[in-house]
T-cell receptor, first 113, second 117 residues
């Protein structure tokens, strides 16, 4: 089975740095994704890690440790528009050839002035 | 290409009615996925198409649900005899054939929000 845990809510100040953690226990692993989802909108791809280490993309970075079943998303220079839910998802190839994403419940980030 | 599109964006129906949603993936993406998302939860996988073949279905997909992708391009998801528990956001995502042995990024459409009264 798949078990993905991330904090339910976080609050951070505009201009600051925030780290959103994700731990997972899965029966298969082919990569970890982070998506951003504003209320009422579709998830938008942010980052993808398949090997251990840090991937940096502008203000966003994501880290993965496969041995620990752990990832985090780091957001720097927070802006008000970063207020959204952040979804951690584990990818797994199934026997039928699909690449399924199993999502956590998401972390609702509120950025305050 | 403007991304994955879904129609309608919102649907309100009465219990017992049938509804059908449409998804147009990014052109040239041969993989198409349907997910369902309820409030406070992440999306849950429903079914997967590679071209026109439906290769996988979740146990969440009851007999009242059927999905098609007749020409390997757009897809439809039909729910028969809707129940209040079907109320959710139905998301479609597409991805190209992975370039490596690892998976590839799925791009989501805006979703269809279904409300069953």
């Amino acid at each position: 089975g798949q078990n993905i845990d991330q904090p339910t809510e976080m609050t951070a100040t505009e201009g600051a740095i925030v780290q959103i953690n994700c731990t997972y226990q899965t029966s298969g692993f082919n990569g970890l994704f982070w998506y951003q989802q504003h209320a009422g909108e579709a998830p938008t791809f942010l980052s993808y890690n398949v090997l251990d280490g840090l991937e940096e993309k502008g203000r966003f970075s994501s880290f993965l440790s496969r041995s620990k079943g752990y990832s985090y998303l780091l957001l720097k220079e927070l802006q008000m528009k970063d207020s959204a839910s952040y979804l951690c998802a584990v990818g797994k190839e199934s026997g039928a050839g699909s690449y399924q994403l199993t999502f956590g419940k998401g972390t609702k980030l509120s950025v305050i002035p | 290409d403007t991304g994955v599109s879904q129609d309608p964006r919102h649907k309100i129906t009465k219990r017992g009615q049938n509804v059908t949603f449409r998804c147009d993936p990014i052109s040239e993406h041969n993989r198409l996925y349907w997910y369902r998302q309820t409030l406070g939860q992440g999306p849950e996988f429903l079914t997967y198409f590679q071209n026109e073949a439906q290769l996988e279905k979740s146990r969440l997909l009851s007999d009242r649900f059927s999905a098609e992708r007749p020409k390997g391009s757009f897809s439809t998801l039909e729910i028969q005899r809707t129940e209040q528990g079907d109320s959710a956001m139905y998301l479609c995502a597409s991805s190209p054939t992975p370039r490596t042995s690892y998976g590839d990024t799925q791009y989501f459409g805006p979703g269809t929000r279904l409300t069953v009264l």
